[in-house]
């Protein structure tokens, strides 16, 4: 046997401890490396013996058998000198690869900072994973866990962070929102029904036809639906007007085309033939104001899922076209209510609110109700100071409407309104009942509760009775027979308060019919003829109070009752209200509106004005009273002459009662038989 394969041999025997933890890494990264790792071996053992092959050839050839002996007796020498020099050129190929490893690793950990999805990367990351393998070669399994602990914790470290996405500070956050903060998520009734029955049951089907639907805009406040026609322009547009102190003020536009669509349409309403409003919709069926009062027109003839899809398909109409920077959840867009064009667009948001609420969707109503509060706060043109404290109460966020009613009362004075005086104790009840209070907490709401219900039920005692009589209870004898809840109070308080109380009881009544509620309300309602009888000064104090504040209603509580549709509220508005003619599409415009385009004068149709011409030409369906009363009348006869058009116009309005009331009567079946006897054929 030669010294060169000796030689050779003794390498082999030299470096197997010292590779043997290289093995098994290079083993576990087999699959990782789909090349084989043999001649990689061989390529390693042939560099590291390189450097002395030279010099053991020129050894083998001199040699004689002595030095072979002498070289075997200096085994042990040998391979301390082969061990020696192998490893050094390891060592230092080791440290070359650890140095560009630390590099790598450097600026890895810099990329981590910067991105917020680390573990995932890492995760999915295969070349860093075999990197931190090789870099542990020369360690133990200890150190190799050291090291990979130590990246799981400076990990969740980063996840930590501020600029990572972390759960812990969503409560805070919420309680620090602004009060009518939009979700866009709530605005989708779907999520709160996936709530209360499950994906499963909301959606069914429709998981497999949502790839087979026709393309349409992706929108926040409706989801569009197959059956609605492809959205193309319809001539709407908005436009950013101003932004003050970071207030954006927007306003629709109508374009030319559609201006002339909007004279057709009046046209079809004064006609007072639905026909035509659907004549012109089959033309244009992304007109807003003919989706608008032919919704109304559906509701009245008790379809309401067609009602419902008609007021969708129009604020589908105009979040297609609302303005790049308009945002529904930022709450510092505003849209002015006295502008003709923004109206349709209030109207429709409240249509909605109102069909989400009768579909079991409170929490949904809410955020509408939020947002159409937030488009225009200073005047509130519908009200939903109303009504937001019922979307509260049915969608259970008593802890919002308690808020509201802290933050808000001292610049709006929300307890002198009956609604929320009466909802807010109702709210502090409810929080009382949770069972994750402690008993400090609880008997803080309880007596919060109790303090703010007598109160409301001494500043409005005409609330009782009626909601009793709605709730089917019977009242105790104590209270019927005591003045401060009798009959006489409900008379001699002011026509805007009654206004007030009757929308209230006419809406809210339901939630008090619980009897637990009724038994809580009983026992305050003790304590107030109590304090009643003791001559308590709020008594006095809160009937001064009814005579001087609840003297004159805004036109925009009227408004909120004629679209509430509560016919005992609608029943205590004033004659100058109800004698206007009230449009579905836009119900007891502001006085003090702007007006951007006119309708052009139309063409007096009469041959003459003579009485009986005119009534004549109101039986007819074309015919349109408005204008043809527009007459320039001059001289001392003017007042004469609009009194005599009134008396004509209440005259032609009575005979369309009668003749519309007329029926003729089918003379009865006996009279057709033979009355000779027994009725029977030959």
Excluded at 419 to 442: G, K, T
Excluded at 525 to 543: F, G, T, Y
Excluded at 581 to 594: A, E, N, T
Aim: glycine residues 4%; aromatic residues 8%; contains cysteine.
């Amino acid at each position: 046997m030669s010294s060169r394969s000796l030689r050779k041999l003794r390498g082999e025997r030299i470096q197997e401890p010292l590779n043997h933890f290289v093995d098994q890494e290079e083993e576990e990264e087999k699959p990782l490396e789909p090349a084989p790792t043999g001649k990689r071996r061989r390529n390693r053992r042939n560099k590291a013996a390189a450097g002395s092959l030279p010099q053991l050839k020129s050894e083998a050839d001199g040699e004689t058998d002595a030095t072979k002996e002498k070289h075997l007796t200096e085994e042990s020498d040998g391979i301390n000198l082969r061990l020696k020099d192998s490893s050094t050129v390891d060592n230092d190929h080791i440290e070359t690869m650890q140095n560009i490893e630390n590099e790598e690793l450097e600026k890895e950990n810099e990329e981590l900072e910067n991105e917020s999805d680390v573990l995932q990367t890492n995760s999915h990351n295969k070349p860093k994973r075999k990197k931190k393998k090789k870099k542990n070669r020369n360690s133990t399994p200890d150190d190799t866990q050291e090291v990979v602990t130590d990246d799981i914790d400076n990990i969740l470290q980063e996840l930590e962070r501020p600029n990572g996405f972390h759960y812990q500070t969503r409560t805070a956050s919420a309680e620090s929102r602004p009060l009518l903060y939009v979700e866009h998520r709530n605005l989708n009734p779907e999520t709160e029904l996936k709530r209360y029955f499950g994906a499963r049951a909301v959606l069914g089907d429709q998981r497999s036809k949502q790839r087979h639907r026709s393309l349409h805009r992706s929108t926040w406040l409706t989801t569009p639906k197959d059956t609605w026609p492809r959205y193309t322009k319809t001539g709407i547009s908005m436009q950013l007007l101003e932004t003050k102190s970071g207030v954006q003020y927007f306003n629709f536009e109508h374009n030319r085309d559609y201006q002339q669509v909007q004279f057709k349409f009046l046209d079809a309403v004064d006609s007072m033939d639905p026909n035509n409003i659907l004549t012109l919709l089959r033309v244009n069926p992304h007109h807003i104001d003919s989706l608008l009062q032919l919704s109304d027109i559906c509701r009245m003839q008790e379809d309401q899922e067609m009602a419902r899809d008609l007021i969708e398909k129009a604020l589908y109409c105009f979040e297609s076209a609302f303005h790049p920077v308009f945002s529904l959840t930022s709450g510092n867009s505003r849209l002015d209510y006295r502008r003709a064009e923004n109206r349709s667009f209030f109207l429709a948001l409240y249509k909605h609110m109102i069909f989400l609420e009768k579909r079991g969707c409170p929490r949904t109503a809410l955020e509408f109700c939020k947002l159409i509060r937030s488009l225009d706060p200073e005047r509130d043109p519908l009200c939903a100071l109303l009504i937001i404290d019922f979307l509260a109460l049915r969608a259970r966020e008593y802890a919002f409407l308690t808020r509201l009613y802290e933050e808000w009362e001292f610049h709006l004075n929300l307890s002198q309104l009956p609604n929320f005086a009466f909802s807010v104790p109702l709210a502090y009840y409810h929080l009382s009942q949770r069972e994750d209070l402690s008993d400090a907490e609880r008997c803080q709401k309880q007596e919060r509760a109790k303090r703010l219900i007598q109160n409301a039920l001494i500043v409005f005692p005409s609330v009782l009775m009626p909601l009793l009589d709605l709730c089917s209870v019977q009242a105790d004898q104590a209270v019927l027979s005591h003045k401060y809840f009798g009959f006489d109070v409900q008379i001699r308080q002011p026509s805007a308060l009654k206004q007030l109380v009757t929308l209230f009881i006419g809406r809210n009544w339901m939630l008090w019919k619980e009897p637990r509620i009724m038994s809580w309300l009983e026992e305050n309602v003790k304590e107030v003829l109590s304090r009643v009888d003791a001559n308590d000064p709020l008594v006095q104090e809160s009937e001064n109070k009814r005579r001087i504040r609840y003297q004159n209603v805004p036109r925009n509580i009227h408004r909120h009752i004629i679209l509430s549709e509560i016919k005992e509220a609608i029943a205590t508005l004033p004659p100058e209200v109800t004698a206007q003619p009230v449009m579905g599409y836009d119900p007891l415009p502001p006085l003090d509106g702007i007006v951007t385009y006119t309708r052009p004068e139309r063409m007096n149709r009469a041959a003459d004005g003579s009485t009986l011409s005119l009534f004549f030409r109101s039986l007819l369906p074309n015919f349109n009273l408005q204008e043809d009363r527009r007459q320039n009348v001059e001289g001392e006869g003017a007042e004469d002459q609009h009194e005599l058009n009134q008396g004509v116009n209440r005259l032609m309005a009575a005979m369309r009662d009668m003749l519309a009331n007329i029926h003729f009567q089918e003379p009865p079946q006996e009279e057709y038989q033979d009355g000779d006897g027994d009725g029977e054929w030959d």
